[in-house]
């Protein structure tokens, strides 16, 4: 039977990622809460004031560069008096985050671009990789998240422990809480992501939570990736043996591929036969490898309300070739069997600790409102008009160790409410596009790039 | 002779060929897949050419005498495409301030004149006089002529090339307009080859991108860029590893280029030149309204915002051994 109250259960399953002690308004915006996404308008304005004007004062108060930024924008935290003022906090853009050094400087730039206190680091050797800063921080317990667009610069986001658990606290509730007619916590789950165990990169990071919401986690990527590793994959090589990397992981890709389509398909049939709940979270691309398989060998199941399907980071299924939503609900559909309120898309992105979801109703990607807040901006940087589309920003309440006040690559359209399901809040159009011009990015695509032998 | 080819750039360098060859596949497969669609397009070109009009200006007369920088250092030489020897480029070099003016105000002004008269338009490589002649080219074309002027002037200048991804406007006005292209870029994510041109003044080499006149960045809404102004970041961003310092373009560049727009994809060549003319015209007419300068200060104001630096402050608990 599917779980009756959503925060008590996972607050129990997920008890590591609660502070022993909530008292920080960003906290209390989080943890308090009974639901993200049903709150009436009031008390979620009420959390999200709380949680914002907090972050904002704490960035102010502990990070030089971006004291800067503020001044530079004349404002300052007692500016910010009520919602309507949230549009005076400054927006960094999200290329800010592709702007780095290298070598120790790398390092250097990290420590600066932190709002917590930076733990010990040892970096060793005079020129360090970033795999090796990256590496040097995780010892100290900082989770350098990073992903990449097609162009090959890295972006880079430092999350201290604090900032990182109640990132995963928060993924772990937006995603349930949308599929909470179908969450049982005896469920198995295949992630159609990298192991979060043996990268950084943000999408496989990001779902490590997956391990503590289900019993049993089986990983379609389950190799080391690093920031080298990625960008290679993204075509960019610096020298001879880079250049032979590229053709070994191309080469080894082909196999990969057939044994992870294989795994799949075993585990689909797996699953069936034991009458199990099930749910793949990840990238579609790879589920639909698994969907095609599964239509040249004529089978299809009938999983019905036992399956779940959440996926993240795009929709390019091939180098120039995107998957339609509704088209890919529809496979899922006519070959798990799995209806489509229980198939649901998930917004995310490595600058923020917001995880927007799809409403089973109506597919519209709904807001966790009480810790998140999204602006929609046109080209001067004015929030547009409900209806309208424009530049999707953000104002993380949540994130503690870096400025989480960001304008970004994507284009969306806003509505003010739902106009599927009852939820309040306004909403965001089911399906998020780049921004022409905007190096294509996308979790996905990164996973594609990957593993595709193309 | 193999070291002055290799200095020269007249042998392709690795990172380019490696850039030429990762484009071409993604290309070539867009053609395959297309076929009835490109042979229609270039049929359609036969009918509807573009008429990007005549040069808006005349090229000096050469006369017997005007001094021109014959020296063979390096960046000051003729190289690939790049004659400053040339009659017609010595004459221009002459009429725009060499041996006249202060170096800057020599390069200020064939800057401008590179940028404000030859329009951006995707047609084969060819010579830098060509160009002129023409008052067309590509962003090749233009720095080649910019470089050659400069260094007929007797100063160093080089080109700084490189792939990159561009910004929306010009996303729509270049890529978007031609399917094929499109696919292409979106493939790749990016554009195969831009790049800007480096001028040596004052013991320092100066970035100079005449590639849009000003009534195509103000279609585009983009600041006119002046002498030193660099675009990355402003309106394009260039792919990780692929940036190259050349004296010189090498043999073969244009090889591939020049059968793809004069003849493969010919008539989504067309497409792209009228798209961009369009965008002039309704540029001028912006430009026209607001004044050049008042139209700059004010976007120019809007570009300032864009990436906040850090100061890299040494931070105690980080140890390096």
């Known amino acids: ?454 | 002779m193999f070291r002055e080819w290799r200095e020269k750039g007249y042998i392709m360098p690795a990172r380019m060929l490696r850039v030429t060859m990762g484009a071409l596949p993604s290309l070539i497969k867009v053609l395959l897949r297309h076929p009835v669609y490109v042979m229609k397009s270039n049929l359609a070109a036969r009918k509807n050419a573009v008429d990007l009009g005549r040069p808006s200006y005349e090229i000096p007369e050469y006369v017997e005498g005007m001094p021109y920088c014959k020296s063979n250092e390096r960046y000051l030489r003729p190289t690939h495409l790049c004659n400053p020897h040339a009659k017609e480029i010595i004459a221009l070099a002459n009429h725009l301030g060499a041996y006249k003016l202060p170096d800057w105000e020599f390069a200020e002004n064939v800057f401008n004149f590179v940028k404000k008269n030859i329009k951006l338009a995707f047609v084969g490589m060819d010579r830098e006089v060509d160009t002129l002649r023409r008052g067309t080219g590509t962003c090749v074309h233009q720095l080649s002529l910019f470089a050659a002027l400069c260094r007929a002037g007797g100063l160093k200048a080089r080109y700084k090339l490189y792939s990159l991804a561009l910004v929306e406007p010009l996303y729509e006005n270049m890529i978007e307009v031609s399917p094929i292209m499109k696919s292409w870029y979106d493939a790749l994510g990016s554009f195969m080859l831009h790049g800007t041109a480096e001028v040596y003044i004052d013991g320092e080499w100066v970035v100079a991108d005449p590639t849009f006149t000003p009534e195509y960045e103000a279609a585009m809404g983009l600041p006119l860029a002046k002498l030193g102004d660099d675009p990355m970041g402003i309106w394009n961003y260039p792919l990780e590893g692929t940036v190259m310092l050349l004296e010189g373009l090498p043999y073969g560049v244009g090889v591939a280029w020049n059968f793809l727009v004069n003849f493969l994809a010919k008539g989504e060549r067309i497409k792209i030149d009228r798209s961009m003319n369009e965008a002039r015209k309704k540029g001028r007419e912006i430009l026209d309204e607001m004044g050049e300068e008042e139209y700059d200060a004010s976007v120019r104001a809007k570009y300032e915002a864009k990436i906040p630096k850090i100061t890299l402050e040494k931070v105690p608990n980080l140890v390096f051994e």
């Not at chain 1, 907090?54 to 910010?80: K, L």
């Not at chain 1, 870096?402 to 970004?408: A, K, L, M, N, Q």
């Open chain 1, 1 to 454: 039977m599917p779980v009756e109250n959503v925060k008590e259960t996972l607050d129990e399953i997920l008890h590591d990622y609660i502070p022993s002690s909530i008292s920080t308004p960003s906290e209390k915006a989080l943890y308090e809460p009974d639901t993200f996404y049903g709150l009436p308008q009031k008390k979620a304005d009420e959390y999200r004031y709380g949680a914002i004007k907090y972050a904002f004062r704490h960035h102010y108060e502990n990070n030089r560069f971006y004291r800067e930024v503020c001044r530079e924008n004349g404002v300052t935290p007692d500016d910010i008096r009520s919602i309507d003022d949230f549009s005076r906090i400054p927006l960094i853009t999200h290329k800010f985050f592709k702007d780095y050094p290298s070598g120790r400087d790398f390092a250097v730039w990290l420590a600066n671009l932190m709002s917590t206190e930076v733990p010990k680091v040892v970096i060793k050797g005079k020129n360090p990789s970033f795999d090796d800063v990256i590496d040097a921080f995780a010892e100290a317990g900082v989770v350098v998240a990073f992903s990449s667009g097609t162009t090959g610069k890295f972006t880079f986001i430092p999350r201290d422990a604090w900032t990182y658990k109640m990132g995963q606290y928060a993924i772990g509730r937006s995603a349930i809480e949308m599929l909470k007619h179908w969450y049982e916590p005896d469920a198995s789950g295949f992630l159609l992501f990298p192991n979060p165990k043996k990268t950084n990169i943000y999408v496989g990071k990001v779902t490590n939570v997956m391990y503590d919401l289900v019993k049993d986690v089986q990983v379609a990527i389950d190799r080391e990736i690093t920031t080298q590793i990625l960008r290679i994959s993204m075509g960019v090589t610096f020298n001879f043996k880079e250049k032979m990397m590229s053709k070994m992981i191309k080469a080894a890709s082909k196999k990969m591929n057939e044994d992870m389509v294989k795994r799949m398909v075993n585990w689909i049939d797996e699953m069936y036969k034991k009458g199990e709940r099930i749910l793949f979270a990840g990238a579609p691309f790879i589920l639909n490898m698994a969907l095609d398989r599964l239509e040249e060998e004529g089978k299809s199941y009938d999983f019905g309300e036992r399956g779940a399907v959440l996926t993240g980071g795009g929709w390019k299924i091939h180098e120039d070739k995107r998957l339609p939503v509704e088209v890919f609900r529809e496979r899922v559909g006519k070959i798990l069997g799995i209806p489509p309120e229980n198939c649901l898309d998930l917004y995310a992105m490595v600058e923020s600790n917001g995880f927007l979801v799809h409403c089973p109703e109506g597919h519209y990607f709904h807001i966790p409102q009480n810790y998140f807040h999204v602006r929609v901006i046109d080209d001067d940087g004015e929030d547009v008009a409900y209806g309208e589309e424009g530049r999707f920003a953000f104002l993380d309440g949540i994130a503690m160790s870096y400025p989480g006040f960001i304008s970004t690559g994507d284009k969306v359209k806003i509505h003010e409410r739902c106009p599927a399901c009852g939820r309040e809040g306004p909403v965001l159009e089911p399906e998020v596009e780049r921004i022409k011009g905007e190096e294509i990015r996308g979790c996905a695509e990164e996973m594609r790039r990957i593993i595709m032998e193309e």
